[in-house]
């Protein structure tokens, strides 16, 4: 076995290690409870819905009583795929920069950056909380493309989707990727995904479909929780958090596309910046939604920075951690939460800046 393989095999299993020793610490929080819920209607009447209060798209549904079934009612049972996944999107991680850099050794220390995440471990180890899942699935349709496996990739947006929604702002642009060279193949792409998702999502919510459309929908445009956001509600601002960015992106896309300067370097940074932008326009922010951007923006920042990109994406992976690990902790105080809200706001900015920064200098030169 070649040895950055088995250095790489090494993070990986100590990651899976560390998570997998503090999942089975017991049950806490409230959402593995509306998880192992929507599981149980699931194995007893076929969707989530039936059954249970479930608020989240279908997918992840399946995915946890896949475990339970294998490892039985219990902490473990719950939390086995968000700690999987988890482990998988810091072994995504070592991959996507590793194509970006030709650099095993820069790509190795972003791995080692996402197996020793706090926010992540966390969030998948302690809480059993599935972000890490539908961001595997975002991150892993970029390599895919990357890669010349477009089908796949389309697929993989798809579960995305159906895993947590927001994945399908990469739908319209990943389409517009230079590997679809025609337009049939960009047709094709979303042709694929936009089926594979509906398909899935119908299978497991067809039982129950009012349910499932009152459980999504209207749960998710009436909520009046803020979590972390200084952003104003309004009634349809959820929606344009997700619509806005995808727009942005999606005409950047094109105009790289037409101008045949598609990177996977600036691709992947326009779609960490419109996954950040998702976030700080997002009416209700709660910190396991600050993983759907963290690795790609941690890919970027190495592949754009090299050595001090990995100096930067560390801080602004442990200053997160803080936010969030801060939030749950303290989040009925609300001169804490009032302090914090600021605090994440200013970080994202950071972050923009300092992807947007090189490509920036590197626009004015050329």
Not at 38 to 66: E, H, K, V
Not at 99 to 118: R, V
Not at 163 to 175: G, T
Request: some cysteine.
């Amino acid at each position: 076995m070649e040895r950055e393989t088995l250095k790489t095999l090494t993070v990986f299993m100590i990651s899976l290690i560390i998570r997998l020793t503090i999942a089975v610490q017991g049950i806490h929080g409230t959402d593995i409870l509306f998880h192992v819920n929507g599981s149980r209607s699931l194995l007893l009447t076929g969707s989530p819905y039936c059954l249970a209060q479930y608020n989240y798209p279908p997918l992840y549904s399946a995915i946890q009583l896949s475990s339970i079934l294998a490892l039985g009612w219990n902490p473990l049972g719950y939390k086995l795929m968000p700690v999987l996944f988890d482990s998988l999107l810091g072994l995504a991680l070592y991959i996507i920069t590793a194509m970006m850099t030709k650099d095993k050794g820069l790509a190795l220390k972003t791995q080692i950056i996402w197996a020793l995440n706090p926010l992540a471990i966390v969030a998948s180890a302690w809480y059993g909380l599935f972000d890490s899942i539908p961001t595997l699935f975002a991150l892993a349709s970029i390599m895919a493309l990357a890669r010349g496996y477009a089908s796949l990739s389309a697929v993989l947006v798809a579960l995305g989707i159906d895993a947590k929604v927001f994945p399908a702002l990469l739908l319209p642009p990943n389409s517009l990727h230079a590997r679809n060279r025609e337009a049939k193949n960009v047709l094709i792409y979303i042709a694929i995904s936009s089926i594979t998702a509906l398909a899935i999502w119908l299978a497991l919510s067809i039982k129950c479909l009012d349910n499932a459309l009152k459980s999504q929908l209207q749960f998710h445009l009436q909520r009046l929780d803020k979590g972390l956001s200084l952003t104003p509600y309004t009634p349809y601002q959820a929606v344009l958090s997700l619509v806005v960015p995808t727009i942005i992106l999606t005409v950047i896309a094109l105009w790289m596309r037409l101008e045949k300067r598609f990177t996977e370097v600036e691709y992947t940074t326009y779609a960490s910046l419109s996954l950040i932008l998702l976030t700080a326009l997002n009416p209700f922010i709660y910190p396991h939604y600050l993983i759907w951007f963290l690795p790609p923006a941690i890919a970027s920042l190495v592949a754009l920075h090299r050595g001090k990109g990995l100096a930067i994406a560390t801080i602004i992976t442990l200053v997160l951690s803080a936010i969030g690990l801060t939030y749950w902790r303290y989040y009925k105080v609300e001169a804490v939460v009032s302090m914090l809200r600021p605090t994440l706001y200013t970080t994202l900015i950071a972050t923009t800046i300092a992807l947007l920064l090189p490509l920036a200098k590197k626009h004015r030169v050329s």
